[in-house]
């Protein structure tokens, strides 16, 4: 059975004393999820993303209506991608512009990321995967999808698939929080997310883990308590985003009443919390993203825009000025 974290063994090499940082985060003071791809896979993976069509259950009405309160899948996708396309043609004007952009790519996979990729039927999830699949550059599936709509039947399909292609399962977690995803209308529990990821684990998936910080109503001591909760689970990889407000939503329509109901993380604040979090967080857990950037079309506040590309080395710079790391205070027990 293969590690669902990657095969990845942590390295303890740390003087406490001396405050020294791991020798296998390499540059950063955090596990980074793209140095780990490259060490398994021989160089760059970067994903390229499609949209099959499908729905997700908090919209749909078999969960809920309305979807979660913050969600607009048009702030979370990508500029190139053309959604009335077939799977082939959004993977070639996806992988036209990528290749330009990252030519040293050693692999590419295909994002299913919009909406919930395995809510459907079986027959026609596994055919766009397929189709995916068939297209000659690609080497791998990334499937976003709630850890509420799992089911075994796509699980041993993913698993099996794993055996030859690049496959990670990708959960929207958002919060480790019961009150908190109560409250943004998530219609799933921590419960939900701990099912999925035991039983994807079990298969041997890499899991990811998406998490979303300054949720409405989430206390900064919850929010650091997420942080045993997911290390005790079999998870690869952690994606952190900060709340931001995305226009035509119903967090959007909340904040615009009354904008003290929704607060908003600063900056420094955000980079903060995410320092306190990493610290808790296994040293096993591999970093895939410290931010997310809504493009300045769709998003109303925070009014702080830190690329992704700024936010990384600020948390860098922030853990090594604190002389901490990833994983610092954490404890298996
Ligand atoms: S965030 Fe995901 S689960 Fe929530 S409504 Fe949007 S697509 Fe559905």
New binding site residues.
């Given amino acids: 059975m293969p590690n669902p974290r990657g095969g990845w063994k942590y390295w303890r090499v740390m003087d406490i004393q001396a405050a020294t940082v791991p020798l296998q985060f390499g540059r950063r003071r955090y596990l980074s999820w793209n140095e780990v791809q490259r060490q398994k896979y021989g160089g760059r993976v970067q994903k390229v993303s499609v949209a099959a069509g499908f729905t ?4 749909d009405g078999s969960k809920g209506v ?3 309160t ?4 048009d702030g979370f996708t990508p500029s190139y991608l053309k959604e009335s396309g077939e799977i082939t043609a959004q993977l070639d004007i996806g992988l036209n512009f990528l290749l330009r952009r990252y030519p040293e790519t050693r692999h590419f996979v295909a994002y299913f990321q ?3 990729n395995t809510y459907g039927d079986f027959e026609r999830l596994r055919a766009a995967y397929e189709a995916a699949l068939a297209h000659p550059k690609i080497d791998g599936l990334v499937i976003g999808t ?1 850890p509420d709509c799992v089911a075994d039947e796509v699980l041993d399909y993913l698993a099996e698939l794993s055996r030859t292609k690049i496959v990670e399962l990708e959960l ?1 977690i ?1 919060s480790c929080d019961n009150a908190a995803l109560a409250r943004v209308n ?2 799933h529990d921590f419960a939900a997310t701990v099912d999925a990821v035991e039983r994807a684990g079990a298969r041997g998936l890499q899991v990811g883990g998406h998490l979303m910080f300054g949720l409405p109503g989430e206390s900064r001591e919850s929010m650091l308590a997420g942080a045993k909760k997911l290390s005790q689970l079999p998870l690869a990889s952690l994606k952190f985003h900060q709340l931001q407000i995305v226009k035509h939503t119903q967090l959007a329509n909340a904040w615009r009443r009354d904008p003290a109901s929704v607060p908003l993380l600063s900056a420094q604040e955000y980079l903060e919390l995410l320092a306190d979090f990493l610290e808790r967080l296994s040293p096993e857990i591999a970093i895939q993203r410290v931010g997310s950037e809504v493009p300045p079309a769709h998003k109303l506040a925070p009014e702080w825009n830190l690329r992704l590309s700024e936010l990384a080395p600020r948390l860098d710079d922030l853990l090594a000025e604190r002389k901490t790391w990833q994983g610092r205070l954490y404890s298996a027990k």
């Fill in positions: 997700c259950p908090n919209r309305g979807g979660c913050f969600c607009n899948n919009a909406y919930s709630r929207g958002e998530r219609g």
